[in-house]
Protein backbone atom coordinates (compact mmCIF):
# COMPACT_ATOMS: atom_id res chain seq x y z
CA UNK A 1 0.00 0.00 0.00
CA UNK A 2 1.35 3.70 -0.43
CA UNK A 3 1.12 6.57 2.14
CA UNK A 4 2.76 9.90 1.94
CA UNK A 5 4.88 11.28 4.66
CA UNK A 6 6.96 14.14 5.40
CA UNK A 7 10.12 12.28 6.45
CA UNK A 8 11.29 15.97 7.96
CA UNK A 9 8.46 18.39 7.66
CA UNK A 10 9.96 21.58 5.65
CA UNK A 11 7.50 22.85 3.53
CA UNK A 12 4.84 21.57 1.26
CA UNK A 13 7.23 19.99 -1.03
CA UNK A 14 9.06 17.74 1.47
CA UNK A 15 5.49 15.98 1.36
CA UNK A 16 6.66 12.47 -0.39
CA UNK A 17 5.03 9.26 -1.30
CA UNK A 18 5.98 6.00 -0.50
CA UNK A 19 5.04 2.25 -0.32
CA UNK A 20 4.68 0.92 3.22
CA UNK A 21 4.05 -2.67 4.30
CA UNK A 22 0.00 -3.50 4.95
CA UNK A 23 -1.06 -2.67 8.61
CA UNK A 24 -2.13 -5.30 10.49
CA UNK A 25 -5.60 -4.77 12.88
CA UNK A 26 -4.60 -6.34 16.62
CA UNK A 27 -6.73 -7.22 19.46
CA UNK A 28 -9.71 -4.21 19.40
CA UNK A 29 -8.43 -2.74 16.16
CA UNK A 30 -9.96 -1.94 13.02
CA UNK A 31 -8.69 -1.67 9.18
CA UNK A 32 -10.14 0.89 7.23
CA UNK A 33 -9.62 1.36 3.79
CA UNK A 34 -9.13 4.73 3.34
CA UNK A 35 -11.34 6.95 0.71
CA UNK A 36 -10.92 10.22 1.21
CA UNK A 37 -9.01 12.91 3.49
CA UNK A 38 -9.18 16.47 4.07
CA UNK A 39 -6.93 19.30 5.01
CA UNK A 40 -6.63 21.71 7.63
CA UNK A 41 -5.35 25.11 8.27
CA UNK A 42 -3.65 23.13 10.98
CA UNK A 43 -2.21 20.72 7.81
CA UNK A 44 -0.51 23.93 6.84
CA UNK A 45 1.63 24.66 10.07
CA UNK A 46 2.47 20.67 10.11
CA UNK A 47 3.90 20.63 6.68
CA UNK A 48 6.50 23.82 7.80
CA UNK A 49 7.43 21.94 10.85
CA UNK A 50 5.55 23.57 13.20
CA UNK A 51 4.10 20.98 16.11
CA UNK A 52 1.84 22.60 18.92
CA UNK A 53 3.55 20.80 21.82
CA UNK A 54 7.01 19.79 21.62
CA UNK A 55 8.27 18.81 18.00
CA UNK A 56 6.82 16.92 15.53
CA UNK A 57 7.90 13.06 14.84
CA UNK A 58 10.03 12.46 12.21
CA UNK A 59 8.67 10.28 9.02
CA UNK A 60 5.06 11.59 9.98
CA UNK A 61 1.81 10.43 7.91
CA UNK A 62 -0.29 13.76 7.42
CA UNK A 63 -3.73 14.51 7.55
CA UNK A 64 -6.06 14.23 10.42
CA UNK A 65 -9.02 13.90 9.09
CA UNK A 66 -10.17 10.98 6.64
CA UNK A 67 -13.22 8.36 5.79
CA UNK A 68 -13.05 5.03 4.50
CA UNK A 69 -14.48 1.42 5.12
CA UNK A 70 -13.68 -1.00 7.08
CA UNK A 71 -11.92 -4.16 5.64
CA UNK A 72 -11.08 -6.47 8.50
CA UNK A 73 -11.72 -6.39 11.97
CA UNK A 74 -9.02 -7.48 14.63
CA UNK A 75 -9.89 -9.89 17.53
CA UNK A 76 -12.88 -8.87 19.94
CA UNK A 77 -14.26 -5.94 17.96
CA UNK A 78 -17.68 -5.42 18.65
CA UNK A 79 -18.32 -1.52 18.21
CA UNK A 80 -17.61 -1.74 14.09
CA UNK A 81 -17.93 -4.41 11.70
CA UNK A 82 -16.79 -5.29 7.98
CA UNK A 83 -18.76 -2.36 5.34
CA UNK A 84 -19.23 -0.07 7.72
CA UNK A 85 -18.35 3.87 6.49
CA UNK A 86 -16.32 5.50 9.39
CA UNK A 87 -14.53 8.43 9.60
CA UNK A 88 -11.12 8.58 12.01
CA UNK A 89 -11.59 10.96 15.45
CA UNK A 90 -9.22 13.71 15.79
CA UNK A 91 -7.60 13.06 19.30
CA UNK A 92 -7.93 9.51 18.93
CA UNK A 93 -8.60 8.55 22.51
CA UNK A 94 -11.08 11.90 23.80
CA UNK A 95 -14.62 9.95 23.66
CA UNK A 96 -16.38 11.97 25.69
CA UNK A 97 -16.33 14.27 28.77
CA UNK A 98 -13.83 16.94 29.46
CA UNK A 99 -10.39 17.11 26.95
CA UNK A 100 -7.55 15.52 29.25
CA UNK A 101 -3.76 16.32 28.58
CA UNK A 102 -2.90 12.94 27.27
CA UNK A 103 -5.61 13.46 24.73
CA UNK A 104 -3.86 15.56 22.80
CA UNK A 105 -1.16 12.90 22.38
CA UNK A 106 -3.37 10.79 20.36
CA UNK A 107 -4.13 13.92 18.01
CA UNK A 108 -3.68 12.37 14.23
CA UNK A 109 -1.78 14.09 11.53
CA UNK A 110 0.69 15.61 14.39
CA UNK A 111 0.85 14.02 17.50
CA UNK A 112 0.57 10.42 16.01
CA UNK A 113 0.22 9.32 11.84
CA UNK A 114 -2.48 10.55 10.47
CA UNK A 115 -4.78 9.20 7.55
CA UNK A 116 -3.16 10.70 4.52
CA UNK A 117 -2.70 6.55 3.47
CA UNK A 118 -4.40 3.97 1.36
CA UNK A 119 -4.91 1.52 4.48
CA UNK A 120 -5.19 2.76 8.80
CA UNK A 121 -5.49 0.71 11.78
CA UNK A 122 -8.06 2.16 14.03
CA UNK A 123 -8.86 1.56 17.85
CA UNK A 124 -12.28 0.60 17.21
CA UNK A 125 -13.30 3.61 19.60
CA UNK A 126 -11.63 5.71 17.26
CA UNK A 127 -14.39 6.12 14.62
CA UNK A 128 -17.54 7.01 14.25
CA UNK A 129 -20.04 6.07 11.69
CA UNK A 130 -21.15 8.58 8.55
CA UNK A 131 -24.03 9.62 8.09
CA UNK A 132 -25.26 7.73 5.86
CA UNK A 133 -26.36 10.45 3.14
CA UNK A 134 -22.89 11.31 3.25
CA UNK A 135 -20.37 10.68 0.06
CA UNK A 136 -16.62 9.81 1.76
CA UNK A 137 -15.76 12.83 0.23
CA UNK A 138 -17.80 14.97 2.42
CA UNK A 139 -17.73 12.18 5.38
CA UNK A 140 -13.65 13.18 5.38
CA UNK A 141 -14.25 17.00 5.87
CA UNK A 142 -15.87 16.55 9.83
CA UNK A 143 -13.60 15.16 11.91
CA UNK A 144 -11.37 18.33 12.71
CA UNK A 145 -13.31 21.20 10.99
CA UNK A 146 -16.90 20.27 11.43
CA UNK A 147 -16.82 18.92 15.27
CA UNK A 148 -14.69 22.52 15.94
CA UNK A 149 -18.08 24.34 14.29
CA UNK A 150 -19.99 21.87 16.74
CA UNK A 151 -18.15 22.09 19.80
CA UNK A 152 -17.96 25.84 19.80
CA UNK A 153 -21.96 26.14 18.90
CA UNK A 154 -23.15 23.39 20.87
CA UNK A 155 -20.87 22.12 24.16
CA UNK A 156 -20.52 24.77 25.92
CA UNK A 157 -24.07 27.40 26.31
CA UNK A 158 -25.74 25.98 23.95
CA UNK A 159 -26.96 28.39 20.46
CA UNK A 160 -30.80 28.68 20.53
CA UNK A 161 -33.18 29.13 17.77
CA UNK A 162 -33.31 33.23 17.17
CA UNK A 163 -29.77 33.96 18.41
CA UNK A 164 -26.75 35.47 16.15
CA UNK A 165 -23.92 34.24 15.08
CA UNK A 166 -21.08 36.06 13.29
CA UNK A 167 -18.29 33.64 11.18
CA UNK A 168 -14.67 35.51 10.42
CA UNK A 169 -14.08 34.19 6.37
CA UNK A 170 -14.84 30.90 4.52
CA UNK A 171 -12.60 28.34 5.51
CA UNK A 172 -13.65 24.98 6.61
CA UNK A 173 -14.39 25.95 10.16
CA UNK A 174 -16.74 29.06 9.29
CA UNK A 175 -18.70 27.37 7.13
CA UNK A 176 -19.46 24.64 9.05
CA UNK A 177 -20.84 27.12 11.85
CA UNK A 178 -22.40 28.71 9.23
CA UNK A 179 -24.46 25.77 8.39
CA UNK A 180 -25.44 24.57 11.55
CA UNK A 181 -26.26 28.14 12.99
CA UNK A 182 -28.51 28.38 9.65
CA UNK A 183 -30.19 24.86 10.22
CA UNK A 184 -30.88 25.79 13.87
CA UNK A 185 -32.83 28.80 13.19
CA UNK A 186 -30.09 31.19 14.19
CA UNK A 187 -29.45 34.74 12.45
CA UNK A 188 -25.71 34.33 10.40
CA UNK A 189 -23.53 37.15 9.58
CA UNK A 190 -20.35 36.72 7.36
CA UNK A 191 -16.85 38.62 7.19
CA UNK A 192 -14.92 37.38 4.03
CA UNK A 193 -11.98 39.14 2.05
CA UNK A 194 -14.20 38.96 -1.16
CA UNK A 195 -17.67 39.70 -2.20
CA UNK A 196 -17.22 36.65 -4.65
CA UNK A 197 -17.47 34.51 -1.15
CA UNK A 198 -19.55 36.44 0.25
CA UNK A 199 -22.23 35.83 -2.02
CA UNK A 200 -21.42 32.18 -1.63
CA UNK A 201 -21.84 32.63 2.16
CA UNK A 202 -25.41 34.11 1.72
CA UNK A 203 -26.51 31.59 -0.78
CA UNK A 204 -25.88 29.29 2.45
CA UNK A 205 -27.94 31.10 4.52
CA UNK A 206 -26.22 34.09 5.91
CA UNK A 207 -28.48 37.35 6.22
CA UNK A 208 -25.16 39.78 5.51
CA UNK A 209 -22.19 39.60 4.31
CA UNK A 210 -19.32 42.08 5.47
CA UNK A 211 -15.73 42.28 3.52
CA UNK A 212 -13.43 42.77 6.19
CA UNK A 213 -10.71 44.53 3.66
CA UNK A 214 -13.02 47.29 2.26
CA UNK A 215 -14.20 47.44 6.28
CA UNK A 216 -11.88 47.42 8.26
CA UNK A 217 -13.99 47.69 11.18
CA UNK A 218 -15.72 45.19 10.72
CA UNK A 219 -17.46 45.00 14.35
CA UNK A 220 -19.12 48.37 13.43
CA UNK A 221 -21.22 46.73 10.41
CA UNK A 222 -21.96 43.75 12.64
CA UNK A 223 -23.34 46.35 15.83
CA UNK A 224 -24.86 48.71 13.01
CA UNK A 225 -26.60 44.85 11.73
CA UNK A 226 -27.74 44.03 14.98
CA UNK A 227 -29.11 47.38 15.74
CA UNK A 228 -26.07 48.31 18.30
CA UNK A 229 -26.86 45.22 20.39
CA UNK A 230 -24.14 42.83 19.30
CA UNK A 231 -24.38 39.21 17.89
CA UNK A 232 -24.89 36.37 20.92
CA UNK A 233 -21.49 34.31 19.09
CA UNK A 234 -18.60 34.88 17.54
CA UNK A 235 -16.62 31.62 15.75
CA UNK A 236 -13.27 33.57 16.43
CA UNK A 237 -10.60 31.53 13.93
CA UNK A 238 -8.62 35.22 13.32
CA UNK A 239 -7.06 34.67 16.51
CA UNK A 240 -4.92 37.81 18.40
CA UNK A 241 -5.39 40.14 15.04
CA UNK A 242 -9.01 39.91 15.42
CA UNK A 243 -10.24 38.86 19.06
CA UNK A 244 -10.56 42.72 20.13
CA UNK A 245 -13.07 43.23 16.96
CA UNK A 246 -14.84 39.93 17.83
CA UNK A 247 -15.53 41.42 21.38
CA UNK A 248 -16.94 44.70 19.89
CA UNK A 249 -18.75 42.35 17.49
CA UNK A 250 -20.41 40.21 20.21
CA UNK A 251 -23.26 41.43 22.41
CA UNK A 252 -22.69 42.50 26.11
CA UNK A 253 -22.53 39.09 27.77
CA UNK A 254 -22.05 37.29 24.63
CA UNK A 255 -20.11 34.01 23.82
CA UNK A 256 -16.78 34.73 21.61
CA UNK A 257 -15.43 30.96 20.71
CA UNK A 258 -12.05 31.17 20.72
CA UNK A 259 -10.54 28.82 18.03
CA UNK A 260 -8.39 30.35 15.34
CA UNK A 261 -4.75 31.47 15.07
CA UNK A 262 -4.58 33.07 11.84
CA UNK A 263 -3.43 36.38 12.51
CA UNK A 264 -1.14 37.23 15.48
CA UNK A 265 -1.08 40.65 17.37
CA UNK A 266 -1.63 42.00 21.43
CA UNK A 267 -4.38 41.37 23.65
CA UNK A 268 -6.11 44.05 25.82
CA UNK A 269 -8.40 41.98 28.54
CA UNK A 270 -9.87 45.42 29.73
CA UNK A 271 -12.96 45.38 26.98
CA UNK A 272 -13.69 41.79 27.63
CA UNK A 273 -14.28 42.35 31.29
CA UNK A 274 -16.31 45.66 30.55
CA UNK A 275 -18.56 43.69 28.08
CA UNK A 276 -18.94 41.07 29.97
CA UNK A 277 -17.23 38.80 27.26
CA UNK A 278 -17.56 34.82 27.32
CA UNK A 279 -14.33 33.86 25.88
CA UNK A 280 -14.27 30.09 25.31
CA UNK A 281 -10.97 28.09 24.85
CA UNK A 282 -11.99 25.33 21.28
CA UNK A 283 -10.01 22.43 20.73
CA UNK A 284 -11.78 20.12 18.18
CA UNK A 285 -13.89 18.05 19.83
CA UNK A 286 -14.85 14.60 21.35
CA UNK A 287 -16.05 11.73 19.71
CA UNK A 288 -19.47 12.23 21.92
CA UNK A 289 -19.58 15.71 20.25
CA UNK A 290 -18.90 13.89 16.87
CA UNK A 291 -21.73 11.39 17.19
CA UNK A 292 -24.23 14.56 18.07
CA UNK A 293 -22.81 16.80 15.24
CA UNK A 294 -23.57 13.79 12.98
CA UNK A 295 -27.33 12.99 14.27
CA UNK A 296 -27.87 16.70 13.19
CA UNK A 297 -26.36 16.41 10.27
CA UNK A 298 -28.28 13.32 9.36
CA UNK A 299 -31.69 14.82 10.52
CA UNK A 300 -30.81 18.25 8.54
CA UNK A 301 -29.54 16.68 5.64
CA UNK A 302 -26.45 18.99 5.82
CA UNK A 303 -23.48 18.47 2.91
CA UNK A 304 -20.66 19.47 3.78
CA UNK A 305 -19.33 22.58 1.02
CA UNK A 306 -16.17 20.87 -0.18
CA UNK A 307 -14.49 23.63 -2.70
CA UNK A 308 -12.06 20.99 -4.27
CA UNK A 309 -11.64 17.74 -5.00
CA UNK A 310 -7.67 16.11 -5.62
CA UNK A 311 -6.50 12.61 -6.61
CA UNK A 312 -4.09 10.82 -4.33
CA UNK A 313 -1.21 11.58 -6.24
CA UNK A 314 -2.31 15.47 -5.98
CA UNK A 315 -1.66 15.75 -2.58
CA UNK A 316 1.28 18.48 -2.51
CA UNK A 317 -1.21 20.97 -5.01
CA UNK A 318 -4.23 20.32 -2.65
CA UNK A 319 -1.68 21.56 0.36
CA UNK A 320 -0.72 24.67 -1.95
CA UNK A 321 -4.67 25.37 -3.01
CA UNK A 322 -5.01 25.33 0.63
CA UNK A 323 -2.27 27.40 1.25
CA UNK A 324 -3.78 30.28 -1.47
CA UNK A 325 -6.94 30.40 0.01
CA UNK A 326 -9.12 31.07 -2.78
CA UNK A 327 -11.03 28.07 -1.32
CA UNK A 328 -14.54 28.30 0.46
CA UNK A 329 -15.21 25.27 2.61
CA UNK A 330 -13.14 22.06 2.42
CA UNK A 331 -10.19 21.16 0.27
CA UNK A 332 -10.34 17.17 -0.02
CA UNK A 333 -8.29 14.75 -1.39
CA UNK A 334 -9.99 11.30 -3.12
CA UNK A 335 -8.03 8.28 -1.97
CA UNK A 336 -9.02 5.78 -5.23
N1 LIG B 1 -8.89 25.18 17.96
C1 LIG B 1 -9.20 24.19 17.13
O1 LIG B 1 -9.56 23.10 17.53
C2 LIG B 1 -9.15 24.45 15.67
C3 LIG B 1 -9.76 23.55 14.78
C4 LIG B 1 -9.77 23.87 13.43
C5 LIG B 1 -9.17 25.03 13.00
N2 LIG B 1 -8.55 25.85 13.89
C6 LIG B 1 -7.95 27.10 13.47
O2 LIG B 1 -8.98 27.91 12.92
C7 LIG B 1 -8.45 28.67 11.85
C8 LIG B 1 -9.23 28.36 10.59
O3 LIG B 1 -9.00 27.01 10.25
P1 LIG B 1 -9.61 26.38 8.92
O4 LIG B 1 -9.05 25.03 8.76
O5 LIG B 1 -11.07 26.60 8.91
O6 LIG B 1 -8.93 27.37 7.86
P2 LIG B 1 -9.04 27.46 6.29
O7 LIG B 1 -10.06 26.53 5.75
O8 LIG B 1 -7.66 27.42 5.77
O9 LIG B 1 -9.64 28.92 6.10
C9 LIG B 1 -8.86 30.05 6.13
C10 LIG B 1 -9.77 31.24 5.76
O10 LIG B 1 -9.76 32.16 6.83
C11 LIG B 1 -10.07 33.45 6.32
N3 LIG B 1 -9.18 34.43 6.91
C12 LIG B 1 -7.85 34.56 6.76
N4 LIG B 1 -7.41 35.65 7.43
C13 LIG B 1 -8.50 36.20 8.01
C14 LIG B 1 -8.72 37.35 8.82
N5 LIG B 1 -7.73 38.16 9.17
N6 LIG B 1 -9.97 37.63 9.22
C15 LIG B 1 -11.01 36.82 8.87
N7 LIG B 1 -10.87 35.72 8.10
C16 LIG B 1 -9.62 35.43 7.69
C17 LIG B 1 -9.93 33.38 4.80
O11 LIG B 1 -11.26 33.42 4.25
P3 LIG B 1 -11.75 34.69 3.40
O12 LIG B 1 -10.89 34.75 2.17
O13 LIG B 1 -13.18 34.43 3.14
O14 LIG B 1 -11.54 35.90 4.25
C18 LIG B 1 -9.27 32.02 4.58
O15 LIG B 1 -9.62 31.43 3.36
C19 LIG B 1 -6.97 28.31 11.79
O16 LIG B 1 -6.24 29.24 12.56
C20 LIG B 1 -6.90 26.95 12.42
O17 LIG B 1 -5.64 26.66 12.95
C21 LIG B 1 -8.53 25.57 15.21
Redesign the pocket.
Known amino acids: MKHYLFPQAAGIDTLELRDAPMPKPGRGQILVKMRAAS????D??VAAGRAARGTLPPNLVPLSDGAGEVVELGPDVTRVKTGDRVAGL?MQNWLGGDMEPYHVDSSRGGAIDGVLAEYVVFDQDGVVHLPAHLSFEEGATLP??GV?AW?ALYAGKSLRSGESVLI???????IFALQFAHAAGARVIG????DD??ARVKALGASDGIN?RQHPEWQEQVQALTNGRGVDHVVE???A??LARSVEAARIGGQVH??????GGEINPTPILRRNTVLR?????SRQMFQAMNAAIALHGICPVIDRIFDFGQAREAYHH?KG???????VIRIA
Do not use: D, E, M, P
Not at 39 to 42: A, D, Q, S, V
Not at 258 to 263: A, E, F, K, Q
Open positions: LNYRLNFCATNLGTGGVSTSSSKLYVGGGTLIGVLTGIYVGLQTHVGKV
